[in-house]
């Protein structure tokens, strides 16, 4: 089966959500975004934090719509307002999530149904809402920020792991599906970068990057057509590697390497 499936070439003019946009990696994408000239709809929690990236734009270049991705209604509400001002959307762009950090001695069912709420089901209902008009258009993009972390098990990550995992076979189905009708999946896997959610790491984090740098290989991958978006390459295809191999020399390298 090819992987070719279309890229955005030009993001000027065209009509993109950015979910997660108040903060780190989304907020740099939406940045960059605005900068290219593409019509921005920028949401999350924090209205002053939209506001402010709105105020970067032309008039009339961005949308601000506020919300909770635990709240399907506030999604539903969100898009309809982009309807209604742009009469759809080319590229939906979910980059929110929460981490964490959970080891077996703090494992909630509280947190960890706080984190699936957010890191896939929040997605998930993104994906429906914009869905059904994007198949009648045989055309859209849905861009989905992962994680490495979903590769396979890792310290700390008892919850976010899981939703991570969850978020890559989401994008595998979703692309099996809907490549063959026009329509492009972005899965993307960044390994760590620097932002308020890794702010609370106590160890050395291998191969941090920039949300800029981060927010420019997510928007070069939507632009080539990428389905596997995934970086710094040192260490994502580093974590591939690892998960390739059997499970007793993986969990080798990770007690003997892995210090936290
Ligand atoms: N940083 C890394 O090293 C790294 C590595 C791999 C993957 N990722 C993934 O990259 C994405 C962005 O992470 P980041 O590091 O940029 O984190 P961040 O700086 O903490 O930003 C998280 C964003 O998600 C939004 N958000 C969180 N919960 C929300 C909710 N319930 N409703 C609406 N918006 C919500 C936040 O907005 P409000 O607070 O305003 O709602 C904020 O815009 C996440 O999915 C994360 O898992 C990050």
């Excluded at 709809?41 to 991705?69: F, K, M, N, W, Y």
């Excluded at 080891?103 to 957010?118: C, G, K, M, S, Y």
């Excluded at 994502?236 to 191999?245: D, Q, V, Y």
Aim: hydrophobic share 50%; with cysteine.
């Amino acid at each position: 089966m090819s992987m070719r499936q279309p890229g955005i070439t030009n993001f000027a003019g065209q009509r993109v959500w950015v979910i997660g946009a108040t903060s780190g990696i989304g907020e740099a994408c939406a940045k960059a975004l605005i900068t290219a000239g593409a019509k921005v709809a920028v949401s999350g929690r924090r209205l002053d934090r939209l506001i402010a990236l709105c105020s970067l734009g032309q008039v009339d270049q961005c949308l601000s719509l506020p919300l909770d991705v635990t709240a399907t209604e506030q999604i539903d509400q969100a898009y309809q307002d982009i309807v209604r001002h742009w009469h759809g959307l080319d590229l939906l762009l979910f980059v929110s999530g929460i981490y964490i950090p959970l080891r077996a001695d703090n494992f909630t069912f509280e947190l960890a149904e706080q984190t699936i709420n957010a890191n896939v089901l929040g997605p998930m209902h993104a994906v429906a809402v914009v869905l059904p008009e994007m198949l009648h258009q045989q055309a859209g993009h849905i861009a989905i920020v992962g994680s490495v972390a979903g590769y396979s098990g890792l310290p700390k990550a008892l919850a976010y792991g899981p939703s991570k995992a969850a978020m890559i076979n989401f994008c595998e189905a979703l692309f099996y599906d809907v490549q063959p009708r026009g329509l492009s999946v972005h899965m993307i896997s960044p390994g760590f970068v620097a932002t308020p959610a890794t702010a609370q790491n106590d160890f050395v984090m291998p191969a941090l990057i920039s949300p800029e740098q981060a927010a420019h290989e997510i928007l070069a991958g939507i632009q080539q057509g990428q389905f596997d978006i995934h970086f710094p390459k040192r260490f994502s295809g580093f974590l591939k590697f690892l998960r390739l191999l059997p499970y007793p020399i993986y969990f080798w390298i990770l007690r003997r390497f892995v210090k936290i």
